[in-house]
Nanobody, 123 residues
Framework: QLQASGGGLVQAGGSLRLSCAAS????????AVWFRQAPGKSRKFVAA????????YYADSVKGRFTISRDNAKNTVYLQMNSLKPEDTANYYC??????????????????WGKGTQVTVSS
């Protein structure tokens, strides 16, 4: 089971740090991926990190602003979001991939999906 937390309301230019805690699976054996979905829109890939944390991959829309990291001892992956924009408003959720794809898209297949946390950025 994957559960995201840390969302909230923030002004444009602000920061938030999301967490995704895993239970019931050996999280350190999985790549971890963040997606987001805005109301009425399709799911979008945000960022991914390999099982060891040695490789990361970002969507162009968040590159340079968001940072994905993980702490396998805590079975947790993080998403540090800086310089937030109103267009970042969405429900953010994490997923686990049993293999590192190296390249992720909005429709990448995942092995586990978690529940999301809402991020709202006001202008």
């Amino acid at each position: 089971q994957l559960q995201a937390s840390g969302g909230g309301l923030v002004q444009a230019g602000g920061s938030l740090r999301l967490s995704c805690a895993a239970s019931g699976l050996t999280f350190s054996s999985y790549a971890a991926v963040w997606f987001r979905q805005a109301p009425g829109k399709s799911r979008k890939f945000v960022a991914a990190i390999s099982w060891s944390g040695g490789f990361t991959y970002y969507a162009d829309s968040v590159k340079g602003r968001f940072t994905i990291s993980r702490d396998n001892a805590k079975n947790t992956v993080y998403l540090q979001m800086n310089s937030l924009k109103p267009e970042d408003t969405a429900n953010y959720y994490c997923a686990a991939d049993s293999g590192w794809k190296g390249y992720y898209t909005d429709s990448s297949r995942m092995d586990w999906w978690g529940k999301g946390t809402q991020v709202t950025v006001s202008s």
